[in-house]
């Protein structure tokens, strides 16, 4: 018999992986193809592209350890095709292995194209579902049955309810489902104090020579290496698990919604790769966060609300993604305008924006409150291409992995899928990020002044926004506040707006 092979893709870097379990260590081999059409399919970070390659050749050397033969086909192999199917077929072409294992992709475009490779050269292909996850896509489909929108916090109630996370019999612990009264504070004009320094991995020899790759195959890819400390092994990653809940957990539940100018990382876990690319398991993350709640008593606050992020949001997301296939082409507001350029060069005179997107061209990371309220709330009012943000969404953040990404972005940031699974625009004016951080203290804008000299783009752009789209908002108990506000103004204020908006918009480069 022709041998079979297990297909391990970037994001599939576990021993758990099911495909693993389907071969024959002794006859049958692992596949791992890096291959430059991914980082180009977006135009990725150098930061991103690091990462993947990096945490993929050190998982490859783990199952050599392992006893796994492994193949790997390297990113910069000039005699290979560039795309990541077609690499696949050269693959088949060459070896003929009679079968191959996968563990089912996280993004559609790929389940679609390696399954158009096997079948090309006519490889049984078989896709397994992927035990990481808490909830499978059966299970979500139940709970979701035929509903024409779905709401994250009652699935989060069901799958606490399945699970006995955080559970005193039939009620949640502490008496309430969730604690995000408590944990949506400010830091006020002191700042957020001395902030614990979150791990940082010094890059190892297989780490340089990827970045060394990087810099020759993708120089002119945005962002930089210079900061790269990211965990690329599963002992890093237990690690890094480790000195979150030790040291920066207790305080992360009042300050997870808080910024500051030049502190990007906060009280925030820093985990969202090392989940993503499955070198962490969410139950071994959800069970080290309740059990410092049980063993050390850490507040229930910010316990729930991690565990709300990762037992409830993370699940939620990834069931949407693949529940409605057409989320990626949806455009409820029917917004078509470009990207400012400086997107991707963090040059602009808005402080919030410039420090938003400035470390994230260093990091490749930015909080969800920076990708929600600060990049995606501008995106939304700025009447911003729902596809173009989802790529830069997908292409600048480090943890980037399209089933994760799209639904947040689209659905969240920008609520172009309607109310499929979001209750309302998740906009601000100004005041707002005034409220949640520092950003507005010295800037160009005022966050105060709707219209002239000084104005603040996103205040102005708010207004205007809820001017615009005043009927469906007045009609939603959750936005009438906004509506009523504005009905509050005299005529000739919106129409000021209205003719401001349409300038700043005009001359949105020059912000």
Request: hydrophobic share 45%; glycine share 6%.
């Given at each position: 018999m022709a041998a079979e092979i297990a297909l391990v893709l970037g994001d599939h870097l576990t021993l758990e992986n099911p495909a693993l379990a389907r071969i024959d260590r002794a006859r049958d081999s692992v596949l791992m193809i890096e291959a430059p059409g991914e980082a180009r399919h977006v135009w990725s970070h150098k930061a991103r592209i690091a990462l993947f390659l990096s945490a993929m050749r050190h998982f490859a050397a783990t199952l050599r350890e392992a006893g796994f033969r492994v193949h790997y086909l390297e990113v910069d192999d000039a005699s290979l095709p560039a795309s990541l199917p077609e690499r696949l077929g050269h693959f088949l072409a060459t070896h003929a292995p009679s079968r191959i294992w996968m563990c089912e992709a996280g993004e559609r475009r790929l389940a679609d194209a390696l399954a158009a490779a096997a079948a090309a050269r006519t490889t049984p292909l078989t896709s397994l579902a992927d035990p990481h996850f808490l909830v499978s896509m059966e299970a979500f489909s139940r709970w979701a049955g035929d509903k024409s929108s779905l709401r994250m916090e009652f699935f989060y109630r069901h799958v606490r309810r399945e699970t006995g996370v955080l559970m005193d019999g039939d009620a949640p612990v502490g008496g309430q489902w969730n604690f995000d009264a408590d944990n949506r504070k400010g830091f006020g004009a002191k700042g957020p104090g001395l902030v614990p320094t979150p791990p940082r991995y010094p890059p190892d020899a297989i780490t340089q020579a990827v970045f060394a790759t990087v810099e020759r195959e993708f120089g002119d890819h945005p962002g930089s290496l210079d900061s790269f400390g990211w965990p690329v092994t599963r002992a890093q990653?237990?690690?890094?698990?480790?000195?979150?809940?030790?040291?920066?957990?207790?305080?992360?539940?009042?300050?997870?919604?808080?910024?500051?100018?030049?502190?990007?990382?906060?009280?925030?876990?820093?985990?969202?790769?090392?989940?993503?690319?499955?070198?962490?398991?969410?139950?071994?993350?959800?069970?080290?966060?309740?059990?410092?709640?049980?063993?050390?008593?850490?507040?229930?606050?910010?316990?729930?609300?991690?565990?709300?992020?990762?037992?409830?949001?993370?699940?939620?997301?990834?069931?949407?993604?693949?529940?409605?296939?057409?989320?990626?082409?949806?455009?409820?507001?029917?917004?078509?305008?470009?990207?400012?350029?400086?997107?991707?060069?963090?040059?602009?005179?808005?402080?919030?924006?410039?420090?938003?997107?400035?470390?994230?061209?260093?990091?490749?990371?930015?909080?969800?409150?920076?990708?929600?309220?600060?990049?995606?709330?501008?995106?939304?009012?700025?009447?911003?291409?729902?596809?173009?943000?989802?790529?830069?969404?997908?292409?600048?953040?480090?943890?980037?992995?399209?089933?994760?990404?799209?639904?947040?972005?689209?659905?969240?940031?920008?609520?172009?899928?309607?109310?499929?699974?979001?209750?309302?625009?998740?906009?601000?004016?100004?005041?707002?990020?005034?409220?949640?951080?520092?950003?507005?203290?010295?800037?160009?804008?005022?966050?105060?002044?709707?219209?002239?000299?000084?104005?603040?783009?996103?205040?102005?752009?708010?207004?205007?926004?809820?001017?615009?789209?005043?009927?469906?908002?007045?009609?939603?108990?959750?936005?009438?506040?906004?509506?009523?506000?504005?009905?509050?103004?005299?005529?000739?204020?919106?129409?000021?707006?209205?003719?401001?908006?349409?300038?700043?918009?005009?001359?949105?480069?020059?912000?």
């Open positions: 990653a237990l690690d890094a698990l480790h000195r979150f809940v030790e040291e920066r957990l207790a305080a992360f539940g009042p300050f997870q919604d808080a910024m500051w100018s030049n502190e990007p990382f906060l009280w925030h876990s820093l985990l969202s790769t090392s989940l993503n690319l499955k070198l962490l398991d969410p139950r071994e993350v959800i069970d080290a966060a309740v059990r410092a709640w049980q063993e050390r008593r850490l507040p229930l606050a910010s316990v729930e609300g991690f565990v709300r992020q990762i037992l409830g949001w993370r699940e939620f997301i990834r069931g949407v993604y693949w529940h409605w296939p057409d989320l990626g082409r949806l455009n409820h507001f029917e917004h078509h305008r470009a990207l400012p350029a400086w997107f991707w060069t963090g040059e602009t005179s808005m402080n919030c924006l410039r420090d938003a997107i400035g470390q994230t061209l260093r990091h490749g990371y930015a909080h969800h409150i920076q990708r929600l309220m600060i990049t995606g709330n501008f995106a939304l009012l700025a009447e911003l291409s729902p596809q173009a943000v989802c790529d830069w969404y997908l292409a600048v953040y480090v943890d980037a992995v399209e089933w994760v990404e799209l639904p947040n972005t689209a659905g969240m940031a920008l609520h172009a899928c309607g109310p499929r699974f979001t209750s309302k625009p998740y906009i601000a004016s100004g005041a707002y990020v005034k409220r949640m951080s520092n950003h507005c203290k010295g800037c160009r804008y005022d966050p105060g002044v709707r219209v002239g000299p000084g104005a603040c783009p996103i205040t102005l752009l708010y207004w205007a926004f809820v001017d615009k789209h005043a009927a469906t908002l007045s009609a939603n108990p959750r936005t009438v506040t906004m509506t009523s506000n504005l009905e509050r103004l005299p005529v000739a204020d919106r129409q000021s707006i209205r003719t401001a908006a349409r300038d700043v918009l005009a001359a949105i480069d020059s912000l």
